[in-house]
T-cell receptor, first 116, second 112 residues
Framework: DTAVSQTPKYLVTQMGNDKSIKCEQNLGHDTMYWYKQDSKKFLKIMFS???????INETVPNRFSPKSPDKAHLNLHINSLELGDSAVYFCASSQGLAGVGTDTQYFGPGTRLTVL | KQEVTQIPAALSVPEGENLVLNCSFT??????LQWFRQDPGKGLTSLLLIQSSQREQTSGRLNASLDKSSGRSTLYIAASQPGDSATYLCAVNNQAGTALIFGKGTTLSVSS
């Protein structure tokens, strides 16, 4: 009954490879997010989608491409992986409608990406 | 641009102590503020959420307060236990459906 799930939990790969991380939420939320937690444990937004449409796209290299096939899924594809991409990537979701509820964000368990 | 600061960065206390974690933010026009807990190598667990119209929220031994006008929030932990050892993150949301802006966290260690 996990609310926000991510796969894989760990991902070890070589520089230059292309990889994807999947995220699914079963909360019926409209908005999903990808956050990156760097080696200093600082969490920062990368992307946000509302009803399958891109809302936020922070200063992230275009090697990172989010894809939302439906409202419950937001996947992250990374091309030509670099050493600096090593981090923990968290998916989150919220109801996302202004003035409705508290808009609590629920986080997935994270995907630890290591680029060698 | 909203910035969130948490003080102290690390805190060590003996079991049983009451303690306060501080969070400040530069733009008072927030929608809500959330406190999270993160255990080493784990994800984030939401502890408390305070909406902009609220002054405080309580859950068990935790109490979070919000003073929006001064850009401050505190997380009060009563009768601390070793199981409270974790990193506590404060995050603000400027608008519903937008990204959380996080502080760098306070790492708490409670010794038995």
């Amino acid at each position: 009954d996990t609310a926000v799930s991510q796969t894989p939990k760990y991902l070890v790969t070589q520089m230059g490879n292309d990889k994807s991380i999947k995220c699914e939420q079963n909360l019926g939320h409209d908005t999903m997010y990808w956050y990156k937690q760097d080696s200093k444990k600082f969490l920062k937004i990368m992307f946000s989608y509302n009803n399958k449409e891109l809302i936020i796209n922070e200063t992230v290299p275009n090697r990172f491409s989010p894809k939302s096939p439906d409202k419950a899924h937001l996947n992250l594809h990374i091309n030509s992986l670099e050493l600096g991409d090593s981090a923990v990537y968290f998916c989150a979701s919220s109801q996302g409608l202004a003035g409705v509820g508290t808009d609590t964000q629920y986080f997935g368990p994270g995907t630890r990406l290591t680029v060698l | 641009k909203q910035e969130v600061t948490q003080i102290p960065a690390a805190l060590s206390v003996p079991e049983g102590e009451n303690l306060v974690l501080n969070c400040s933010f530069t733009d008072s026009a927030i929608y809500n503020l959330q406190w999270f807990r993160q255990d080493p190598g784990k994800g984030l667990t939401s502890l408390l959420l305070i909406q902009s119209s609220q002054r405080e929220q309580t859950s068990g031994r935790l109490n979070a307060s919000l003073d929006k006008s001064s850009g401050r929030s505190t997380l009060y932990i009563a009768a601390s236990q070793p199981g409270d050892s974790a990193t506590y993150l404060c995050a603000v949301n400027n608008q519903a459906g937008t990204a959380l802006i996080f502080g760098k966290g306070t790492t708490l260690s409670v010794s038995s």
